[in-house]
């Protein structure tokens, strides 16, 4: 069975740019969290999504948006991007409480 | 709010040697306990969970945790470790908030192991 998939692997953007991060959770699973790891530290919580509504946001500013389509796959919207943005994202899709998490997304802003 | 200390940053042990990775949580109900393994530049692996029931868990790869409610306490330990264990070490709180659930992660436990 797959994982979570994420898309794309590494991302470099410019100060100011927008980006959007993609993820497919696996099979069955109908809730999609994002998280934020910057170096060194444990993943923060960004948001999560179950059926397709949005039931959880962290402390992070309106920059940050994410949506939850039909097949349940998830976007994650940063505009305005600082450098203090440069992150693994990390996807999780979670059934009954157990969260399965992707690769990430290596977001470097220069 | 739930929150999640890993007292030790960085933790070298002798290939061979038992390991244990301290991990203290602030939750004010029973809360559902983790742990993950990150190799470099990847995602989370779970290692083990705790939701209820018997306090000692076992996990993949040899590792077990044992849940000791009275010192808020979520401790991973491993017998003897072998190098492929060198990794960074993450405990996790999951918890409920009204319509949400979301996990609190502590800064995490880098594990060398020396040969």
């Known amino acids: 069975d797959a994982g979570v998939t994420q898309s794309p692997t590494h991302l470099i953007k410019t100060r100011g740019q927008h980006v959007t991060l993609r993820c497919s959770p696996i099979?069955?699973?109908?809730?999609v969290s994002w998280y934020q790891q910057v170096l060194g530290q444990g993943p923060q919580f960004i948001f999560q999504?179950?059926?397709?509504?949005?039931?959880g946001r962290g402390n992070f500013p309106d920059r940050f948006s994410a949506r939850q389509f039909p097949n349940y796959s998830s976007e994650l919207n940063v505009n305005a991007l600082l450098l203090g943005d440069s992150a693994l994202y990390l996807c999780?899709?979670?059934?009954?409480?157990?969260?399965?998490f992707g690769q990430g997304t290596r977001l470097t802003v220069v | 709010a739930q929150s999640v200390t890993q007292p030790d940053i960085h933790i070298t042990v002798s290939e061979g040697a038992s390991l244990e990775l301290r991990c203290n949580y602030s939750?004010?109900?029973?809360?559902?306990l983790f742990w993950y393994v990150q190799s470099p530049g990847q995602g989370l692996q779970l290692l083990l969970k705790?939701?209820?029931?018997?306090?000692l868990v076992q996990g993949i790869k040899g590792f077990e945790a044992e849940f000791k409610r009275s010192q808020s306490s979520f401790n991973l330990r491993k017998p003897s470790v072998h190098w492929s264990d060198a990794a960074e070490y993450f405990c996790?709180?999951?918890?409920?908030?009204?319509?949400?659930?979301?996990?609190?992660f502590g800064k995490g436990t880098l594990l060398t192991v020396n040969p």
């Open positions: 705790y939701f209820s029931g018997d306090t």
């Open positions: 939750y004010g109900a029973t809360p559902y």
């Open positions: 999504y179950y059926e397709k509504e949005e039931r």
């Open positions: 996790a709180v999951g918890a409920s908030g009204g319509s949400n659930y979301k996990l609190t």
């Open positions: 099979s069955g699973h109908k809730s």
């Open positions: 999780a899709s979670s059934h009954f409480y157990e969260a399965f």
